[in-house]
């Protein structure tokens, strides 16, 4: 069975027969380092600590530049010219009032953005905004406001000594979490989701969940990878790895669902029969770049039988460094 098919990174020609898999991969080409990425304030030269509670944003998108500035959502116009960067002085925001500490750090920074002449973006994935005033160089360091902080990897399931299994036979597919970002930034991503053309593709679309990546098949064991929402770049954001024996619902291989790019996430997954497969996750510690996880965990898996009712159990975890090919 043939089947060309679209994925979140890009072109994907997956080729499945009875006991065999081949997956090919085009990437495709990069996005422009300020678009794609809904951004949100981490730190503030000016500011010794941020006004708690008052999240403030920024996103850039074909010239156009919006976000929250703490109360009031704000818009207005941008250039790029390489790194340098001009955010136009005419900035519309909305009336909104606020407790008197976050109105004051809104108005410093809409100020601070129209001083703004550089952008970089660090190993990290981090935006630096350089300003230039009367007294001196400020910066602006913004996080991908999708990512969730890594968690402490000492408390991740990978870590336990002895797995516990999540799945228990015989239980529904669970409902996916509502995507919690803008409808253009859905729109775009939603470009990237592989049509349902399996069953089991079918009933994940049913409970919400959106198909990326191909499908693996062995035999009568199928698995398919699916989330529920999307970071600024279309990078799968809570999201997992379904596992069906003869279209039924035998569990999922994290307890968890994963973001991209953070600790726990997964790497590949390898399906070797019917009833034994594996997955590599991402393990991150607080030093390591977004690109370049430290450490990866290999779990290996086995479909077992429960009231002859197929159900995924875990059985090992080993964790180790990273190595470079």
């Not at 530049?65 to 207005?76: D, Q």
């Not at 239980?171 to 919690?180: E, L, M, N, R, V």
């Amino acid at each position: 069975m043939d089947k060309v098919q679209k994925g979140i990174l890009g072109s994907l020609l997956t080729v499945v027969a009875h006991g065999t898999i081949t997956t090919t991969v085009v990437f495709a080409g990069s996005q422009p380092p300020l678009q794609g990425t809904p951004w949100q304030l981490q730190s503030w030269s000016d500011q010794t600590s941020l006004v708690p509670d008052a999240p403030i944003t920024i996103s850039f998108e074909n010239g156009n530049l919006s976000g929250l500035g703490g109360c009031n959502r704000y818009r207005t116009g941008y250039q790029v010219n390489k790194q340098n960067l001009k955010i136009n002085s005419a900035i519309a925001s909305t009336f909104k009032a606020c407790a008197e500490p976050i109105m004051a750090q809104e108005a410093q920074f809409l100020s601070a953005l129209t001083m703004v002449e550089r952008f970089d973006i660090n190993n990290q994935g981090e935006l630096k905004l350089t300003y230039r005033t009367k007294k001196g160089i400020g910066t602006l360091i913004f996080v991908d406001a999708n990512r969730p902080p890594a968690p402490n990897s000492s408390k991740t399931w990978l870590n336990e000594k002895k797995l516990t299994n999540w799945n228990q036979a015989g239980t529904s597919i669970p409902q996916a979490p509502k995507p919690q970002n803008d409808p253009t930034l859905m729109k775009r991503c939603l470009e990237g989701v592989r049509r349902p053309t399996l069953k089991e593709d079918v009933s994940l679309k049913d409970n919400g969940w959106m198909l990326f990546g191909p499908a693996q098949i062995y035999d009568q064991t199928t698995l398919v990878t699916a989330t529920s929402d999307f970071d600024g770049m279309c990078r799968p954001l809570k999201y997992q790895a379904f596992v069906f024996v003869n279209g039924v619902f035998a569990g999922t291989l994290s307890p968890q669902l994963m973001d991209s790019r953070t600790d726990s996430s997964s790497r590949p997954i390898f399906l070797y029969d019917t009833s034994n497969l594996s997955a590599e996750f991402n393990r991150y510690d607080e030093k390591d770049a977004l690109c370049c996880p430290s450490g990866v965990s290999r779990v290996s898996y086995q479909i077992q039988r429960t009231n002859d009712l197929p159900v995924v159990v875990p059985l090992e975890v080993v964790t180790q460094p990273m190595t470079s090919n």
